[in-house]
């Protein structure tokens, strides 16, 4: 299924989904703890980094562009610095945040974690604490009136619309059958990812509803613990709505869908590193909405929400991903190697990544063009100095810039692949200049490793990396190897072999 989930999601256009909900704005702030307050037994937050993000319905609607839908986010802000940082967010996400409706009665929904790490390299980072700044009241008539006029523009304007109840005021029932109704009438699907509440009734007659585990208990009554578990309490939920589809986030065991047409599947997540589950379940709405607006099948939606949502939990904090980004994965998922292989554009947000985690990071760079026993050896030295290494491979472009024509032997397609299948190396980028030096900018690496053939000067980078305290090694060369002497040696065998023949 995920090669169908691959093809669909490489053909599919650019649909127009509206996202109504709840929007917020997410602050984080990074830093270091390394004591106790003497005031009381809490940790001590030395404040290094901050950055915002949309939140709520927000995340998903920055997502769902990121994938590479056109995007209107209907929702409401408050007069105030967070309510102009969502709106400034949500544009440079893409979105078309016209629908946003500001109002004077309330502030807007912000939250803020605290997370620490217990080095200054970042490792075993923690949240400390979260701070909410919100109201959750239902909205005065005049709000509530502007919100529904934004609301059904943007659902004519639309191919799909996402409800994205999360209990802050906005969706209230009246406006929720409003909108389900208007989306029926005009052949429009409507997806709801549901409040926390007892009461489904106002989502009836919906497309389909996206509940997590616990939301499916609270309003089925029922447990949910196994497969069997998980179709009661669908069709309790497809019966009683008249919904087409219920899909049911089960968070490390992945989701479970039924349809109205007897579908129904439990599909299990791949086994994945968890940085932050944080996200997860945004991108599973954004990914299905995406398909279901692009014509896909309930499985191949599902397919393709769940894999986007086992690499959302790879970054820290909601984190849309490119459409580029997810078919990569789709395709690497398939030759597991592939996934090593990282495009130069996505190379500062992997870098950045793994720093928060507290690797210690390896560079080294070269052609790789016939590998031999000195590029291995090169490799493994590599791995010694550090957590992650990343290898700058020299595109096609760049190999011939600086070995000349007939270079390399082996394209940039074969080369990547024969290093990424190599344990030593974590991540290949390709690079297409003739010098290094941009990319080893771009990585700032703890480490930078070249080969023992080389002097300290003759380095590439050495003078940056030095310059922020970083550190410069040159591995033990192996004699007798050089890809340029095992190519005059093949030709020479190639030239006494012809001579021999022509004898």
Known sequence: MLEKAYE?????????????????????VWGEVSRISPEGPIPVLHVQEREQRVGGAGSVCAMLHSLGAEVRPVGIIGQDHAGEALRRQLQEAGTDASGLVVSNERPTTSKTRYLGYVQSAGRALQQLLRADDEQTAPLSDADS?????????????????????????????????????????GAKPVVVDPELTEDYSPYEGATCVLPNRFETEIATGLVLRSPEDYGRAAHVLLSKLSLEGVVIKLDREGIYFATAKGEEKHITPQA??????????DMVAAAFSLALAGGADYATAVNLANFAAGLEVNFHGATPL??????????????????????REDIERLVAELRRAGNRLVFTNGCFDLLHLGHIQLLRYARAQGDAVIVGLNSDVSARRLKGAGRPINSEDVRSRVLAAIADVDYVVLFDEKSVLSLVKQIRPDVLVKGGDYSLDQVVGHEFVESYGGEVRLAPQAEGFSTTELIDRIAGENERADQGNSA
């Open 8 to 28: 669909f999601l490489k053909s599919v256009g650019r649909p127009r989904i509206c996202v109504i909900g709840d929007m917020m704005l997410d602050t984080y």
């Open 145 to 185: 009136l502007r919100v529904r006029d934004a609301a059904l523009s943007a659902m004519q304007w639309a191919d799909l619309a996402i409800l994205q109840d999360m209990g802050k005021g906005l969706l209230n029932a009246d406006l929720i059958r409003e909108l389900v109704r208007v989306a029926r009438e």
């Open 272 to 281: 994945r590193e968890v940085a932050d589950v944080t996200g997860a379940g």
């Open 322 to 343: 490119t459409r580029a980004q997810v078919l990569a994965a789709l395709q690497a998922a398939a030759d597991p190697t592939a996934r090593k292989i990282v495009r």
